[in-house]
Every structure is written in structure tokens, then in C-alpha cells.
């Protein structure tokens, strides 16, 4: 009798995933926008805070940044600044000089590290010029898309969305990330706005973030209240105190019922 024999269907090649990227509604979008509008008249002076004249000044000064404030930076890049022009001069010092240049900005030797290895691959890849597209800069050590984000869009006139611990926070109380996975704030962001208006909402999102919409948020005298779902908003605190200051009103007498 012949063996009958079972043929194993050959496996059908494994379908490739593609992110479909996230669509906001329109309603979310309306809001955004919304926001976006009141955020540039309550920080007309939105823009870069970062003193820079080159995008590699520009680059330097954001890996400095990094758990650090602007305006600290500002005062010692503009002592860097004049004795570091070009990626060359990072790397003809020692190491140990560059530590001692940086130090005031903490972390000095990562930082140092950073901007001197970047600068030896801008040297041996680029020229030493600093690119110009997102996936060049996240090449660079100590380029995260934030740095890439901020130099593109600042330096270079690309549109782009940098997120960094202000905006992080404030699109989520607004409920403004939709979009999911790495990069959820970022691409939420790139989704709800025109790419001409990226670079104004990231730099109003920041202001907001440092001014009103603080770790304990200043709700009581912020311009997007009314257009915030955050359930834990805050009121004023001295308005207990202010209260208590405030003569206290008469209450009405029973009438006297006869
Ligand atoms: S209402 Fe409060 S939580 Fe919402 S954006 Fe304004 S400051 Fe932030």
C-alpha cells in the first residue's frame, strides 16, 4: 500500500508593519491651534534663548544645556565662544582643558567628552561643518532629536519639534499626545500643527513650561486655562490669605417674623 504522504504548506512570508501615523481629530486640532494662538501673545518674546552666530555654536551650546539653564550657558559660552571657533579647536586641546572650560555647566566630563568627540566626527565626516538633516546630527555623540531638533529649526530654517522636559510636560496636562510608542510628543505635535508653526510651538510650549505651567503649575493666571482637560489645575494660594484680609461681609439678619 502506498504511504500516504502530508506536504507542509510553505509559510506564507511574514507581512512588514507600518506605523500609520496617528491622526488627531479635528476637534483636538481646533484646540491646539487654539492654544497655540494664546501661548504666542502671552510669549511674544518666544525664540530661541541659546546665544549662538553658527550652527556649530548653536550645537555646542544645546549638548552644554542639557540639565543646565540657558542663561547660565549664555555666561560661559561667551567666554568659550572666543577661544573655541571651529570643531578644530575642540580637538586640539586635552581633553582635561576642555573639562576645566566646561566645568561650570555640571556634568563637565560628559559634556566635554560630547563635544569633543562630535567635533572629531564632524571633522572626519562632515567637513567640519555641522549638517543639516535630522538622521546626519543624531549621528553625532551626545545628538539626541532634541539637539538635532533645536539646531535644525533654529540654525538652519528647518521646521522641527523639539521636546525637551518643559514641553514634555505641558502637552501632556493639555492632552496634546495622541500619537504613541518613542517620540509620542514629538510626532503628536508634528500631527496637531503646520509644519511652518513647529519651531513657534515648541519654543511657546517651553516658555509656558518655565513661566506658568511650572512642576506645580500657576493655573490661576494662565491664558490657556480655560482650554486645559488637567484635573489637578491649582488655585492662588495667597487667596485664602487675601480673603481673610478683606473685611468681612455683613450677613443679613433674619427677618423677624411676627
Ligand atoms: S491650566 Fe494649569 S495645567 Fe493647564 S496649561 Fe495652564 S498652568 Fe498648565
Keep these: 500500500m502506498a504511504k500516504k504522504t502530508t506536504r507542509k504548506k510553505a509559510a506564507a512570508p511574514k507581512k512588514k508593519k507600518v506605523a500609520v501615523p496617528w491622526q488627531p481629530s479635528a476637534a483636538l486640532v481646533f484646540r491646539a491651534r487654539a492654544i497655540l494662538r494664546r501661548l504666542v501673545k502671552a510669549h511674544p518674546d518666544w525664540g530661541p534663548t541659546l546665544e549662538f552666530t553658527t550652527p556649530f ?63 572629531e566626527q564632524l571633522l572626519a565626516e562632515f567637513g567640519g561643518e555641522v549638517p543639516g538633516t535630522m538622521e546626519d546630527l543624531v549621528r553625532l555623540r551626545g545628538v539626541g532629536r532634541k539637539t538635532a531638533s533645536i539646531v535644525l529649526g533654529n540654525a538652519f530654517g528647518v521646521p522641527a519639534v523639539a521636546v525637551d522636559r518643559h514641553v514634555a510636560r505641558v502637552a501632556d496636562r493639555l492632552r496634546l499626545v495622541g ?75 433674619p427677618s423677624r417674623s411676627r
Design 57 to 119: 555654536e548653536l550645537l555646542v551650546a544645546t549638548i552644554l544645556a542639557a540639565q543646565a539653564q540657558d542663561e547660565h550657558i549664555n555666561r560661559v559660552t561667551r567666554r568659550l565662544f572666543v577661544k573655541y571657533r571651529r570643531p578644530a579647536d575642540y580637538v586640539a586641546v586635552p581633553v582635561t582643558e576642555l573639562e576645566v572650560d566646561v566645568h561650570e555647566t555640571g556634568f563637565f566630563r560628559m559634556k566635554a567628552k560630547a563635544i569633543r568627540t562630535a567635533s
Design 179 to 253: 500619537a504613541k510608542g518613542k517620540d509620542a510628543t514629538e510626532f503628536s505635535l508634528r500631527a496637531l500643527y503646520q509644519k511652518k508653526d513647529w519651531v513657534k510651538a515648541t519654543w511657546c510650549l517651553v516658555l509656558h513650561g518655565r513661566r506658568i505651567c511650572t512642576p506645580t503649575p500657576k493655573c490661576w493666571v494662565c491664558p490657556i486655562n480655560d482650554l486645559c482637560p488637567y484635573p489637578k489645575k491649582t488655585t492662588d494660594p495667597d487667596a485664602p490669605a487675601l480673603r481673610r484680609m478683606l473685611p468681612r461681609r455683613a450677613s443679613p439678619r
